[in-house]
T-cell receptor, first 113, second 112 residues
């Protein structure tokens, strides 16, 4: 079972920041937080991941709380193309042969004009 | 940017027929995966593969399923005798190991 909790759906106005929360209160010290998204039955697309520190790339920013029990994915300027289901997934850092991803139900983000 | 490619994008098959879904993982990756997603449901792990053998498989991956890496580039999923409930989108994925897993665009299988 997924070890994360996300709201089932969120709305965001185009051009505004989308802040997607995720709770992972049972996360272990050796587990990363990964974010993927799935646009209308396409393959899951990697967005960003982090362990303890906040991370930023060209797609998004990831803010992880100091106790690591929750995180927020930030899309700074949401566009209509960001409408998708967003998955927050915890995954061990150094498990190789069994490092599968376990998907939950995610958050359905709807960006509106 | 390197990507995982899958063929066919859509296949319709009759119940009881064998189906082979093909994938070309990212070239320097060593870990390969198949996932599936039944319409409207979660993305589910099927199997992981490394060093020419299955590393882990889920309960879904029963004797009707098999995987193979027949050459240095392809990774295939075979369903021996398809059932109606096998209708789903099948995603291939690959990783360099301990790192980010990248997914293909999927093969949509319809069993009639």
């Amino acid at each position: 079972d997924a070890k994360t909790t996300q709201p089932p759906s969120m709305d965001c106005a185009e051009g505004r920041a989308a802040n997607l929360p995720c709770n992972h209160s049972t996360i272990s010290g050796n587990e990363y937080v990964y974010w993927y998204r799935q646009i209308h039955s396409q393959g899951p697309q990697y967005i960003i991941h982090g362990l303890k520190n906040n991370e930023t790339n060209e797609m998004a920013s990831l803010i992880i709380t100091e106790d690591r029990k929750s995180s927020t994915l930030i899309l700074p300027h949401a566009t209509l193309r960001d409408t998708a289901v967003y998955y927050c997934i915890v995954r061990p850092t150094q498990s190789y042969n069994t490092d599968k991803l376990i998907f939950g139900t995610g958050t359905r983000l709807q960006v509106f004009p | 940017e390197p990507e995982v490619t899958q063929t066919p994008s859509h296949q319709v098959t009759q119940m009881g027929q064998e189906v082979i879904l093909r994938c070309v993982p990212i070239s320097n990756h060593l870990y390969f995966y198949w996932y599936r997603q039944i319409l409207g449901q979660k993305v589910e792990f099927l199997v992981s593969f490394y060093n020419n053998e299955i590393s882990e498989k889920s309960e879904i991956f029963d004797d009707q399923f098999s995987v193979e890496r027949p050459d240095g580039s392809n990774f295939t999923l075979k369903i021996r005798s398809t059932k109606l409930e096998d209708s789903a989108m099948y995603f291939c994925a690959s990783s360099a190991g301990g790192n980010t897993i990248y997914f293909g665009e999927g093969s949509w299988l319809t069993v009639v």
